[in-house]
């Protein structure tokens, strides 16, 4: 690796130090949740009995979340479906591909809905409520694999009960969140129900209500625009930090040299007292006179 190259390195260092920082997609990125609830779901799992609901002791800074979870037998499941507090999974629901028990994750975000989940042009009025399953059959590990939920008979329900709005002239509408942060819209089916024909998130959203005297609303960032935004901060930062490191070597070495200069200066006062001038912030030996000739030591002599 060559001098330039051994450069380079600085300025992306530090665009990499910067981005880590700025970044900050782990902590409101919704596939890092996911994981987190499978691992809490995994721990309560392993202790309880099949065919119990319980909940999930989140962490203290996740409060505000609530995500319940069962263990049953897939012909149960089947055969009767599963109710959760906001959730119904009717009968006649297949899990795929076929294990022998299944778990299944129901999660509210509460407080937490906006800022893992977002609609374009949309605000959220209702919680984000999401519903997963996942092999079961070995009671002591929950499988990582998420298992396909296919509807043969009614839909599955998702109650909505309390969606405060002051403005009741305005549709509401139901919205899934699928991979990638794509949304899908449908209408509600009775007041406070969204139906699903599979797992997934779900939420109830209005339009951003149309206000006069306003400039583009605030649309919200998505995920391109962000990480775009986090490279060019990362880059400008990074060559910012590349000139303060070379403006602090400047600065260091102009001050170790002078005062090495000073340390010289004033070995060569004691050594022979020299009237001096100020020149500029530099105190000079003025002499009127060469007292010495220099030894012409080191000169070539034919
Ligand atoms: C889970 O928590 C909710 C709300 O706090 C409560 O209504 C429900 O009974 C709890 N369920 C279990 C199984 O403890
Ligand atoms: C809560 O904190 C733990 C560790 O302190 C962290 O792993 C976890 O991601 C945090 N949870 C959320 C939802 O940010
Ligand atoms: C949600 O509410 C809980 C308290 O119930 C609070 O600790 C938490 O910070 C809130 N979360 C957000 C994103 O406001
Ligand atoms: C779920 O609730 C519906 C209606 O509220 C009820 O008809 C059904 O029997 C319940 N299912 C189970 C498994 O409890
Ligand atoms: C949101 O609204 C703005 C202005 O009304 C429009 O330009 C933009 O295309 C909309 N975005 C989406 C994703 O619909
Ligand atoms: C589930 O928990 C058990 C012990 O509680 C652990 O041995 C196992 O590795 C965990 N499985 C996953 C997929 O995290
Ligand atoms: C509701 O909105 C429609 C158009 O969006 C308007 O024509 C109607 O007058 C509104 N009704 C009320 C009660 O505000
Ligand atoms: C939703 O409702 C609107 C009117 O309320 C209707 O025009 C539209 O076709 C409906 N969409 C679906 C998918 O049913």
Not at 185 to 206: D, L, Q, R, W, Y
Request: charged share 20%; glycine share 6%; net charge positive.
């Amino acid at each position: 690796m060559g001098f330039y190259e051994s450069w380079l390195i600085i300025p992306v260092f530090f665009s990499l130090l910067l981005l880590s920082m700025a970044g900050d997609t782990k902590s409101s990125d919704p596939v890092y949740l996911q994981e987190l609830f499978h691992s809490y779901a995994n721990e309560t799992l392993s202790k309880h009995h099949t065919g119990h609901f319980y909940n999930l002791s989140l962490p203290s800074n996740s409060s505000g979340m609530q995500v319940s979870v069962i263990r049953i037998r897939s012909r149960e499941f089947w055969a009767t479906g599963v109710n959760f507090s906001s959730l119904r999974i009717p009968p006649r629901v297949i899990a795929l591909p076929f294990v022998k028990r299944i778990a299944l994750l129901n999660e509210n975000l509460g407080n937490w809905s906006s800022h893992y989940y977002q609609v374009p042009n949309h605000s959220l009025v209702a919680p984000v409520v999401g519903f997963s399953a996942f092999d079961a059959s070995n009671p002591s590990t929950l499988s990582n694999e998420e298992l396909t939920l296919i509807v043969s008979g009614d839909p599955v329900s998702i109650l909505f009960p309390d969606i405060g709005l002051k403005d009741k002239n305005v549709t509401l509408k139901c919205v899934k969140f699928g991979a990638g942060m794509s949304v899908e819209f449908s209408n509600m089916t009775t007041p406070n129900e969204c139906v699903a024909k599979g797992p997934g998130h779900f939420s109830v959203v209005i339009p951003f209500q149309p206000q006069p005297p306003r400039p583009l609303p605030p649309s919200p960032k998505t995920k391109d625009e962000r990480s775009w935004k986090s490279w060019v901060i990362g880059f400008v930062a990074g060559f910012g930090g590349l000139a303060l490191l070379i403006l602090v070597g400047v600065a260091t070495y102009k001050l170790v040299r002078r005062k090495m200069i000073r340390k010289m200066e004033s070995e060569s006062e004691k050594a022979e007292p020299l009237d001096t001038t100020w020149i500029g912030r530099s105190r000079m030996p003025s002499a009127s006179m060469i007292r010495t000739q220099p030894a012409l030591e080191h000169e070539y002599v034919p």
